[in-house]
């Protein structure tokens, strides 16, 4: 079943607060081997002129990957999540994101095509601060693999 | 101009820490029968791993953790990553592209898993420091 294309447009009701943890963000750097002292250290960071410290640039995709389950999982569209691949990612910050923020994700459906019978689904993800300051925002291309 | 050539080495270890920092445990990235089941040579890492790679090399090449403005990626290769002590190696290079009018810096990226490109259009914008 191919992608609906009367879906591009659509956008999702914002997604729960999420607390971005000091923790979380030394986790996620020790694990890409991210050493930078203002991803581990707060002075580091606050000699950065940033509150706390910093996450990895690619490190919004912990919180933007479960957000967009919103669309990934919504019935009406019907992605077969079993044959999606992962075909772009972009991210285009106004600000790093830092510990002690608290993130809300609107996404929107940027994009439906298809291809050779492979269904392409952009999606874009605004983050911001739950008082509304833009953080950074997120494109994805996933790829809905055509059946065997 | 062209910028200094970084090499990491990428094991199965790396990718179930990974797979745990980030939340992405899909089997395909720690389980050879799931990988080979669904037609891949193998195990893989997370294309979202390998960009994590990629923007090491940035932020060393920018001189500051924080420079990163603008940052994307075509995945077009996946890296296998065989179950040896060795792993496999990932190789990223670039070349300063051009400076933006806002002063911002352009950079073209390449990334290599055994002589072949990994991602497409891969590219950075950077703010520089001084």
């Given at each position: 079943?191919?992608?609906?294309?009367?879906?591009?447009?659509?956008?999702?009701?914002?997604?729960?607060?999420?607390?971005?943890?000091?923790?979380?963000?030394?986790?996620?750097?020790?694990?890409?081997?991210?050493?930078?002292?203002?991803?581990?250290?707060?002075?580091?960071?606050?000699?950065?002129?940033?509150?706390?410290?910093?996450?990895?640039?690619?490190?919004?995709?912990?919180?933007?990957?479960?957000?967009?389950?919103?669309?990934?999982?919504?019935?009406?569209?019907?992605?077969?999540?079993?044959?999606?691949?992962?075909?772009?990612?972009?991210?285009?910050?106004?600000?790093?994101?830092?510990?002690?923020?608290?993130?809300?994700?609107?996404?929107?459906?940027?994009?439906?095509?298809?291809?050779?019978?492979?269904?392409?689904?952009?999606?874009?993800?605004?983050?911001?601060?739950?008082?509304?300051?833009?953080?950074?925002?997120?494109?994805?291309?996933?790829?809905?693999?055509?059946?065997? | 101009?062209?910028?200094?050539?970084q090499t990491y080495r990428v094991?199965?270890?790396?990718?179930?820490?990974?797979?745990?920092?980030?939340?992405?445990?899909?089997?395909?990235?720690?389980?050879?029968?799931?990988?080979?089941?669904?037609?891949?040579?193998?195990?893989?890492?997370?294309?979202?791993?390998?960009?994590?790679?990629?923007?090491?090399?940035?932020?060393?090449?920018?001189?500051?953790?924080?420079?990163?403005?603008?940052?994307?990626?075509?995945?077009?290769?996946?890296v296998v990553v065989p179950d040896?002590?060795?792993?496999?190696?990932?190789?990223?290079?670039?070349?300063?592209?051009?400076?933006?009018?806002?002063?911002?810096?352009?950079?073209?990226?390449?990334?290599?898993?055994?002589?072949?490109?990994?991602?497409?259009?891969?590219?950075?914008?950077?703010?520089?420091?001084?």
């Open positions: 079943m191919s992608l609906d294309p009367s879906f591009v447009g659509r956008t999702y009701p914002p997604t729960a607060p999420y607390q971005v943890g000091r923790e979380k963000i030394r986790e996620f750097a020790t694990a890409v081997g991210a050493t930078d002292p203002a991803h581990h250290d707060p002075e580091a960071a606050r000699a950065l002129g940033h509150p706390d410290v910093v996450a990895p640039p690619t490190f919004p995709v912990v919180i933007t990957m479960a957000a967009t389950q919103q669309i990934v999982e919504d019935p009406a569209l019907g992605v077969d999540y079993s044959r999606v691949v992962h075909g772009d990612q972009r991210f285009a910050y106004t600000r790093p994101v830092v510990a002690g923020d608290e993130l809300v994700c609107v996404n929107t459906i940027e994009d439906i095509t298809s291809r050779g019978g492979h269904g392409f689904l952009t999606t874009r993800t605004d983050v911001r601060t739950v008082a509304g300051e833009p953080v950074v925002a997120v494109w994805s291309k996933l790829v809905v693999r055509k059946e065997a | 101009m062209e910028l200094p050539a094991t199965r270890a790396d990718l179930v820490r990974y797979a745990g920092a980030s939340g992405d445990f899909n089997p395909i990235h720690w389980n050879e029968r799931t990988a080979t089941g669904v037609g891949l040579p193998g195990v893989i890492a997370h294309g979202m791993f390998t960009m994590a790679l990629v923007g090491r090399a940035v932020a060393g090449w920018a001189g500051a953790p924080d420079a990163v403005v603008d940052f994307g990626v075509r995945f077009t290769r996946p040896t002590d060795e792993g496999t190696e990932v190789e990223v290079s670039a070349v300063v592209k051009e400076t933006t009018e806002e002063g911002l810096t352009r950079l073209d990226i390449t990334a290599t898993c055994r002589g072949e490109k990994v991602l497409s259009q891969a590219r950075a914008l950077i703010r520089t420091a001084g």
